[in-house]
Every structure is written in C-alpha cells, then in structure tokens.
C-alpha cells in the first residue's frame, strides 16, 4: 500500500520534564498508553497508533483493546509495545524491549523452529520479565505447558533456551 504519510496528523504523548528520567517505568507508561487508549477511542480520525520504542503501528481498536486489558490486569501487550523480527541465525529477536529493561529478548533456534510457538513463549517470558525488570543473573521459569525455559543474560541480550 502506498501512502502519502504527509497528508497525516501526528500527537505525540511523553511525560514533561519532572517525570523525563522515568519515561520507561512502569507507572508511567502505562498512565501514558491509558491516556492514548482514551483520546483515540474519543478522536474519530485516529487510523493507527503508533510505539516508537518498537517501530510498531497497529490499529486503534487494536490498541485500545490490548492497553485496556493490560491496565485492567491483564497481560502486558506484547503485540502492541514489542516488535519481533528473525535473525539469520533463525532466532526470534524482540525489538523494543530493551526500552523497558535494558535488553532485547532473543529465542534459540530450537525454541524460534516453530513461529507462532516461539511467539508465544516469547510473549509469556515479556510478561515476566517487564513484571521484574532487568535481569543481570541466569532465571529459569516454565510455561503454562510445562515447557522449561532458562534466561541469561549474554552480550546485552536475554538468550532464552528450553532448558531439560
């Protein structure tokens, strides 16, 4: 689709300057995704919402349904905040996560074979570890499917492997 990006408006939300050194905490940001939820569900010519951190845009029906989960209780949206692409190695890499704790999310080959498998996981270990924050030690959790995973923080990243 070719589109004329000019003809659009754009509204950027960011904390003023007393809250500049926590743009990426928890709290803030979610009082700022919640205030864009809001305005977009009120502002009829929204076409799409934007997360810089992720280079991701995404519908506003998408969003507002994904954000508000999340600020009821819900799962940390993924889909919306996080992008993923494929390393030539076949590993499944978040982009943006580092904006929330200091390092991308990397998947084995084993563990990225399967895409929407390696999806899944690597939305269930987001979940996680924006809950706790940075992880400077190797971690070991499971997934809903008893699948064992270990996180290690290796080269700046977070290497997820299927741990036996």
Do not use: Y
Not at 95 to 121: N, P, Q
Not at 124 to 148: F, Q
């Amino acid at each position: 689709m070719d589109q004329n990006f000019g003809a659009f408006e754009a509204i950027a939300i960011t904390p003023g300057p007393h809250l500049a050194d926590a743009a990426n905490s928890l709290p803030v940001v979610r009082a700022l995704l919640d205030l864009a939820a809001q305005l977009a569900s009120h502002l009829e010519s929204v076409e799409a919402i934007s997360w810089g951190p992720a280079r991701t845009a995404m519908p506003p029906e998408f969003f507002n349904s994904a954000i508000t989960s999340w600020i009821e209780g819900g799962p940390f949206p993924a889909l919306c905040l996080t992008g993923f692409k494929v390393d030539p190695q076949g590993r499944l890499h978040t982009d943006g996560m580092e904006w929330f704790v200091g390092r991308e999310i990397v998947l084995s080959a084993e563990l990225s074979r399967d895409r929407t498998s390696a999806t899944r996981i690597a939305m269930r270990v987001i979940h996680e570890i924006v809950a706790i924050g940075r992880l400077d030690t190797l971690v070991e959790m499971s997934t809903e499917d008893g699948t064992k995973l270990s996180l290690e923080p290796i080269d700046g990243n977070l290497i997820v492997r299927s741990s036996m």
